[in-house]
Every structure is written in structure tokens, then in C-alpha cells.
């Protein structure tokens, strides 16, 4: 019996293992996971569950791994991979595979600290968070990027205060441009969120608990829970646009992916949802031997402070932002030198996403 052995028990990883059964696979499929959890929806963390309003955050029902035959390892890591033999040790036990998915995902950067010190990227992690919290917690967000702007702005309305420090000038601004990082900063304000632009941290006062964190400019800002979210590291697998690595045998999706982009032609690596579950899938058929290159246009989303903000492509540089609209809403358009789209942005403007979507595609 051929055996498909998937590292990584996320989104891709589990979208890859039920997409060969819905694909027909009838081998042997091995989900292994680090964490004991079996797969759940990681963005709803910092929103949902982080809020209160969700408990079960479960990609499936816990009945439908065993339903599928889908074997789910669990708190266990992947090791000893040896593609000439076609062997890795999973917790302590050697494994035989035909087929191997790397879909490990990434980390979280790490800032190190004493005890209210919190990393949000896994379930444990949102609940430990979330057990510290009282109605009276001075909480300290080092970041605005995605994870930072959503927890801030699931917190600002439950607890005592909330102040985000951010080096750059503006939310976002690596991401989404200065012009959309100032609309941002303003919706900070409007819910009671206070938005420290351009300053960093040195460290943390506190042994057996957090009291403050130290800024870069000497200043100490007291804090009871501090969330840090600078980013992410992990390795990098370059694969085709079906998701095979140059070696045999081996795959990678999701996160760890470099992906090939035929449209852009380049690699690149994206951290979206429905990146991870296209291109979960798509390794899913090339397994099975139906190869249908994932070339799709990248696409996101973030809930914070009022705003569902939504993007389309992909664009690491841009000639200029066209903005339409007001800090309540708007679109952002990131073209280049000749006016043509390359990604943009609607906020709380769900309804121009097709078009959108028509023009990039064009």
C-alpha cells in the first residue's frame, strides 16, 4: 500500500490529506503534527477565540479524520527524513512513504521575556493569553502588522487600555504603503487604542511577571500583558507550480512553500489562507498524478477596528497607492509605473472585489 506522509497538521496539511481522498487516494495517509491539537482555523485566534465568541475552532468535526482513514499523529515532529530510502522517524517510530508533504508552516518571531510575555501562533498560545487577561490588564502589543492591529482591536473594548508600538511610521506600512498605514493609525485612535509610531522595544522589566516594557528611547511603559507580534521565520522549500520540490518524491505547501508563480515568473512565498488550501490541493492532485499548476491570484483578509480589510495580488513594490474613499472605507489601487494594477485593497468594499480580481487577472 503507498503511503503519502504529510509534516504538519495546519491548513495545508489538512487540506491536502482530504483533497486525496476526494481525489481517490486509497493509500495509506499520515497527518503529523507538533502541536496535540488536530487541525483548527489558526486566524480565527486572534479574532473569535481571542473575543470569547468561539471555544471550538476545528477545521473538522473530531469524528471525520477516522470517517476519511486519515491517520492524525499527533505532538509529534517529523525527523530523519531520508528521501533515498523513502523513510522519516515520527515520534520515535519509522515511517515508509511514497509521497512526502512538507507543510510545516512557520513561527513566530520571538522577542524573549518573563512570564505575561505572549507569542500568538497556536491554540495554546491564544488560550494561555487569553486565561491573563482581567477587565483591568494594561496590555502592551509590540507590532502593528496583521496579528498585532486584529488582537489590539479585539482587546481595546475588554480591558483596561491597549498600547501598540510600532517602529515604522505607520500600521502596516511595509505591507500596504504609508498612505493606507495613515487611514489605519486613525481608526487606533477612534477606539481608544494609543499608537506609538517609530519606536521599538529594548526589553522587559519584571522576573516573575512583566511590570513594564523598556523602550528604545529609555522610557518604560507599564504593562500586566504584553503580545508580541513581530513576524514570522521558518524554513523555505522552493517547489514547481504543482508543488514538487527538486527532489523526488517531495513536496511543500503553505507557509514553508517558495512557490512558482508562472504568471509572475518567480518564486514567492506567500502566508494567505487560501494560498495554503489551493496549493494544498494541487499537491493533493499531483500525488495522485493529475498535475494542475496552482497559479492563482494571492488573497487576504483582516478584521480590525471596524474594518474588514481585504486584498488581492501580490506587489512587493509599487509606483504609486490610488486611494477612493475615507478612513471608513475605501480602496487602495497598487500600480505601477504605467498605471497598471498590481494588488489592491478594499476596505469594507467587499462588493469591488470581482472587478478587481477581473483586472489583475487581465
Not at 220 to 237: F, N, P, R, Y
Not at 284 to 297: H, K, N, V
Request: proline fraction near 5%; include cysteine; hydrophobic fraction near 45%.
Amino acid at each position: 500500500m503507498s503511503t503519502v506522509l504529510i509534516a504538519g497538521a495546519g491548513l495545508a496539511g489538512a487540506r491536502c490529506a482530504e483533497s486525496l481522498r476526494a481525489l481517490g487516494w486509497s493509500g495509506r495517509v499520515v497527518v503529523a503534527g507538533d502541536e496535540p491539537h488536530a487541525p483548527y482555523e489558526r486566524p480565527a485566534l486572534s479574532k473569535d477565540l481571542l473575543a470569547g465568541e468561539r471555544t471550538d475552532v476545528s477545521l473538522r468535526p473530531g469524528s471525520f479524520w477516522a470517517e476519511q482513514e486519515i491517520e492524525l499523529l499527533l505532538g509529534c515532529r517529523v525527523a530523519g527524513l531520508d528521501p533515498r530510502l523513502g523513510t522519516a522517524m515520527v515520534g520515535g517510530e519509522l515511517v515508509s512513504w511514497d509521497a512526502f508533504v512538507h507543510a510545516t508552516g512557520v513561527q513566530a518571531r520571538r522577542l524573549p521575556g518573563p512570564p505575561g510575555v505572549h507569542h500568538l501562533r497556536s491554540l495554546d498560545d491564544a488560550r494561555a493569553l487569553a486565561a491573563e487577561l482581567t477587565p483591568a490588564s494594561r496590555v502592551v502589543v509590540v507590532g502593528a502588522g496583521f496579528i498585532g492591529g486584529e488582537v489590539a482591536s479585539t482587546l481595546a473594548p475588554s480591558v483596561g487600555s491597549v498600547v501598540v508600538l510600532e517602529p515604522m511610521a505607520a500600521p502596516l506600512e511595509r505591507v500596504l504603503g504609508p498612505e493606507v498605514g495613515g487611514l489605519l493609525a486613525s481608526r487606533y485612535a477612534a477606539h481608544g487604542v494609543e499608537l506609538r509610531l517609530g519606536i521599538g522595544v529594548e526589553g522587559f522589566v519584571g522576573e516573575d511577571r512583566v511590570r513594564a516594557v523598556r523602550l528604545t528611547d529609555g522610557t518604560l511603559l507599564a504593562a500586566d500583558v504584553v503580545v508580541v507580534g513581530i513576524g514570522t521565520v521558518g524554513e523555505t522549500i522552493e517547489v514547481d507550480a504543482c508543488g514538487r520540490s527538486s527532489t523526488p518524491g517531495v513536496y511543500a505547501a503553505g507557509d514553508v512553500a517558495s512557490w512558482w508563480r508562472p504568471s509572475q515568473g518567480r518564486h514567492v512565498r506567500v502566508e494567505h489562507w487560501t494560498s495554503a488550501a489551493g496549493q494544498a490541493r494541487t499537491v493533493a492532485a499531483a500525488i495522485t498524478g493529475e498535475l494542475t499548476p496552482y497559479d492563482e491570484t494571492p488573497y487576504f483578509w483582516s478584521d480590525q477596528f471596524g474594518l474588514r480589510l481585504q486584498h488581492v495580488g501580490h506587489a512587493e513594490q509599487w509606483h504609486a497607492v490610488e486611494l477612493d474613499g475615507g478612513e471608513d472605507s475605501f480602496t487602495a489601487r497598487y500600480v505601477d509605473a504605467d498605471g497598471r494594477l498590481l494588488s489592491a485593497l478594499a476596505a469594507n468594499r467587499a462588493s469591488e472585489l470581482r472587478a478587481l480580481r477581473l483586472e489583475l487577472a487581465a
